[in-house]
């Protein structure tokens, strides 16, 4: 931390530059506050120092390489963000996806939905001081990112949905390892709630602390749990089902106070009704075909799209324009973290500073995703 | 006062579990890696006609999403004496795998079985440019990783070296 | 550009691909009510989202009412985007209305020499930021945004690098 003292007539103000390089702003994020004693009165947030320029990126790369340039967005959810990408593609093209890809995704997609949400978990525990969740999520995750590298052969960037379907058949003890899995991961779950849920020193330093109110969620554009921890029950999945999520039956969490809490406990939630997800898709899914006919260099008709997909982080929207060559003529990413992060410069007026580390762990930022 | 002792209970229950961590140096105690697992890329070695697989036909070259190879391909000297299927065969070969994603498009668009992902990830150097393997080198971490999985070209009859001899099928 | 676009519109409409959804009619027929007043206002149905394309001079009152009109209610700014024509640039920004649980695109052009288009941000404040990055990557002046310092990019960088004019550079082996 860097300190600037400027001295003004009447009073002395502070301003303290908390990161880039600090452990709790998830990446390489900077804040400059003004704070008068402990309360912060002004925040400057700085982004841009992972901007690697991905939108330009992909007009220059084939719709298959794109997907390489969409792993890399949101490292933690991957493969919602692959998902993403290859259902605007899809949807434009007006392809038809065989099912048993279609269900491969989402159970993949929901995997790597509680792996997203597992990470937020255990960081969060860091950020507000305690220690020991950070090891007991790491843990679940780790066997989640084997389980996918058993599938798709890279623990992070799998680039394993194509513009059709998926890449390859599964191995063939996929359905005893998944359901091994899901029992381990949701029993992990659980103690996990245990271990910090209902602790007095987290309930504390979370409740009531950094509340957004539903009206100002949806005015900063804030989507994903942190809106549903608002009261606002949006979730596209439901309101507007992509893929085959119309096929399941499941709850959307919804919280009212959106203070930190709830936006954690939002995500708790969530990975208990992404694993009910998962269970009834292993048990619909059938054997069939894994590639829809397309042929290898996807061209997909001229025309536009703004596909809206929910990732681990909310409202992920692709909007893509095509001149009906092999590359996309534009690629705009609407990425969730970086509509949820402008919210925290008014979130973070007249908090404590102890707080700042507390209300931006709580929004759940990936900067890979907010800078592109 | 109950949560926090709910979560000290959780704590102390993990005391008498075994532990899962695994020690990373350690040859023997790591993680082992699955057998889809895409490490670097690497040439495959044909036994049967002691050649690469590899044509040079440069498709992976062009598909490649970070351009990070360059192939080159020559006459095959077995071929002309007849020892080969292969007319052409590759001359020089480079990925600079330290620009390489991993990403494993170059395997799926070969069509010669010519490239695998090997399961090799560890590949660090003290130079900026110490990982331009060339044609030996990956072959070398090709022949390592057919050895140690046991590889078998998926279309064996297609993309086999083996001379077809007319003379034996009249 | 502007052609292609008509063309393509009816000839979609030729061939009966698009069937538009009872929802989709009940707003278009709002959206009807709502705009005889603004002029050169065209509703247009591509793909699943309304499309609206207005005069970039009307871009304010446009979304000024599509937010504070009760049975509209706009309330969410999901994204703002900009595409590079070449000859023009597009604005293009997708709204949604919790109430009507629609969708809603507005398409506006910019000029290349004077791109300058007026900010919605004290309709949404969600607009802050894609103004921003907007302003970084296709240098498009947002009138009445109270502060366009990069959000990106590095202060002082030269160029608008969304762009399609500017080059991408070439990767050099070391
Ligand atoms: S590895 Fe395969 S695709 Fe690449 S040049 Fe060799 S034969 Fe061609
Ligand atoms: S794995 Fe991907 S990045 Fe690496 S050489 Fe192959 S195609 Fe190129």
Same mark, same amino acid.
């Given at each position: 931390? =860097? ?57 220059? =790369? ?167 921890? %608002? ?37 708790? =939630?969530?990975?208990?009704? %992404? ?41 992920? +929207?692709?909007?893509?324009? %095509? ?13 969730? %973290? ?22 931006? +762990? ?6 890979? =995703?907010?800078?592109? | ?27 023997? !105690? ?12 690497? $040439? ?54 330290? #620009? ?27 130079? #900026? ?8 080198? $990956?072959?070398? $971490? ?23 001899? !007319?003379?034996?099928?009249? | ?9 009816? *000839?979609?409409?030729? *061939? ?39 005069? *970039?001079?009307? /871009?304010? *009152? ?58 919605? /941000? ?53």
């Amino acid at each position: 931390m =860097e300190i600037n003292k400027t001295i003004n007539s009447d009073n002395v103000d502070l301003m303290i530059n908390m990161g880039p390089q600090h452990p709790s702003t998830h990446g390489v994020f900077r804040l400059l506050l003004n704070i008068d004693g402990e309360r912060i009165i002004d925040v400057k947030p700085h982004i841009g120092y992972l901007h690697r320029g991905s939108e330009k990126l992909c007009e220059n =790369e084939r719709y298959a390489q794109v997907v390489t340039l969409f792993d890399r967005l949101d490292y933690v959810a991957n493969l919602n963000m692959e998902l993403g990408f290859c259902l605007a593609v899809e949807s434009l093209m007006e392809l038809d996806i065989p099912d048993r890809a279609s269900y491969i995704r989402v159970i993949l997609c929901e995997l790597n939905r509680i792996a997203s949400h597992l990470l937020f978990y255990g960081t969060y525990g860091l950020d507000v001081g305690a220690m020991t969740p950070v090891l007991y999520a790491f843990r679940e995750r780790e066997k989640i990112q084997g389980f996918f590298e058993s599938i798709t052969g890279a623990r992070m960037m799998h680039n394993y949905f194509r513009i059709g379907g998926i890449k390859e058949e599964l191995p063939d003890d996929f359905n005893n390892r998944l359901s091994l899995l899901l029992d381990e991961v949701s029993q992990g779950i659980e103690e996990c709630d245990m271990l910090l849920s209902k602790n007095e020193m987290f309930l504390a330093r979370t409740k009531n602390v950094g509340i957004i109110s539903a009206s100002d969620a949806v005015d900063f554009g804030v989507s994903g749990p942190n809106l549903r921890a %608002s009261g606002i029950a949006r979730d596209i999945r439901v309101s507007k089902p992509y893929s085959i999520y119309d096929r399941f039956d499941y709850g959307i969490p919804v919280a009212s106070s959106g203070d930190c809490w709830d936006r954690y406990y939002v995500r708790l =939630e969530e990975i208990r009704q %992404s694993i009910k997800i998962i269970k009834q898709a292993m048990s619909q899914m059938e054997d069939g075909p894994i590639l829809a006919k397309v042929r290898r260099i996807a061209r997909p008709p001229k025309g536009e799209i703004y596909f809206r997909t929910e990732s681990p982080r909310g409202d992920f +929207g692709v909007y893509l324009v %095509s001149d009906g060559s092999d590359k996309p003529y534009r690629v705009k990413v609407r990425a969730p %973290s970086f509509a949820n992060l402008q919210s925290l410069q008014y979130l973070l007026k007249g908090a404590y500073i102890a707080d700042a580390v507390t209300i931006l +762990g709580s929004i759940d930022i990936i900067m890979g =995703e907010v800078d592109r | 006062m109950i949560g926090f002792l709910t979560g000290l209970f959780v704590t102390m229950k993990t005391g008498f579990r075994r532990p899962v961590t695994a020690q990373y140096p350690d040859p023997e !105690k790591r993680i082992k890696v699955e057998n889809r697992f895409m490490g670097f890329p690497s $040439l495959t070695w044909d036994y049967d006609v002691e050649e690469p697989y590899c044509t040079g036909c440069m498709v992976c070259v062009r598909e490649c999403p970070t351009e990070c190879m360059t192939a080159k391909m020559k006459d095959n000297p077995l071929f002309s004496e007849g020892k080969s299927r292969r007319k052409k065969i590759i001359d020089e070969f480079e990925i600079n795998l330290g #620009r390489c994603i991993l990403c494993g498009i170059c395997v799926e668009v070969c069509n010669f079985d010519a490239i695998e992902m090997s399961h090799e990830h560890e590949l660090s150097k003290r130079v #900026r440019n110490g990982n331009r393997f060339g044609l030996q080198q $990956l072959l070398k $971490l090709g022949i390592k990783f057919q050895s140690n999985t046991n590889w078998q070209p998926k279309q064996p009859e297609k993309n086999s070296g083996v001379p077809v001899k !007319k003379v034996d099928e009249e | 550009m502007e052609n292609q676009k008509t063309n393509n519109k009816e *000839s979609k409409e030729d *061939s009966d691909i698009l069937v538009s959804t009872p929802e989709q009619d009940e707003l278009i027929s709002l959206l009807t009510k709502r705009f005889p007043s603004v002029p050169d206002i065209n509703i247009n149905h591509l793909q699943e989202d309304i499309e609206l394309i207005i005069e *970039s001079k009307n /871009i304010k *009152s446009t979304c000024r009412l599509l937010k504070d009109s009760s049975e509209l209610n706009f309330n969410y700014l999901e994204c703002i985007s900009l595409v590079d024509y070449e000859e023009k640039l597009e604005a293009v920004y997708h709204l949604t209305s919790f109430k009507l649980k629609q969708s809603l695109v507005i398409k506006t052009s910019i000029s290349v020499e004077n791109p300058e288009i007026d900010s919605v /941000i004290d309709i949404w404040r969600a607009a802050d930021w894609f103004e921003r990055e907007a302003h970084d990557l296709f240098g498009v002046t947002f009138l009445g945004h109270p502060n366009l310092e990069p959000l990106l990019l590095f202060e002082g960088f030269e160029g608008y690098p969304g762009r399609k004019n500017f080059p991408i550079n070439d990767y050099k082996e070391w």
